[in-house]
């Protein structure tokens, strides 16, 4: 599925966002309080931006590692780290989250921009981050939630389930991956997601509502 919306998958982030996802980006990056000198991976990268956004942030990662199995994702990764002249700090390889392809403690944070819910067996996921982590190393995870107030929840409902699809449908020419989309959301919980990390070993674990919680966005840090 991520392999046949590739081509079209940052034109959709942008519309059906309205371009806030660059705003929940940045806010993620920020969260990490990055000095100049850190190593950061990218999980499920997609498309590399938020791998991009560490590092030119201001101050920006020394380097970053992107993962992702999906090889059309990738690909178009690889296209805007050359345009952006940044491959030479961006490093990307096609892997699996549960599975995480470097050694232990060998990263200072560790990132994920609406891809937790989609891997199958979050709990490796999150055991192989902790496994990556320097000690105090810290975590920044975005994702999708169904909003709580009343009156935006029920709008962001019909436009969820019945506008999203159609536009995703009819760009991308999927039948399925953006009907995917509102029924994995639904699916996922952020409490039950803050009470896995804890299981898992992560520290200081907290859920920041953005645009009226729309998006998490959940920090945590490896214990020293």
Known sequence: MFDAIADRYDFLNRLLSAGIDRRWRRRAIQSL?????????????????????ARTARP????????????????????KLRDRRLADSVALVRGDATRIPLADRSVDAVTIAFGIRNVDDRAAACREMLRVLTPGGRLAILEFAMPTSPLFRRLYLSYFRHVLPRIGRWVSGHSTAYTYLPASVDAFQPEAFMELLRQCG?????????????????TAQRGR
């Open 33 to 53: 309080q990055l000095t100049g000198r850190e190593r950061v991976l990218d999980l499920c990268t997609g498309t590399a931006d938020l791998a991009i956004a």
């Open 202 to 218: 992560f520290a200081d674990v907290r859920a920041d509502p953005m645009t009226f919680g729309s998006v998490f966005l959940y």
């Open 60 to 79: 920006a990662a020394a380097g970053v590692v992107g993962i992702d199995f999906s090889g059309a994702m990738l690909g178009i990764a690889r296209a």
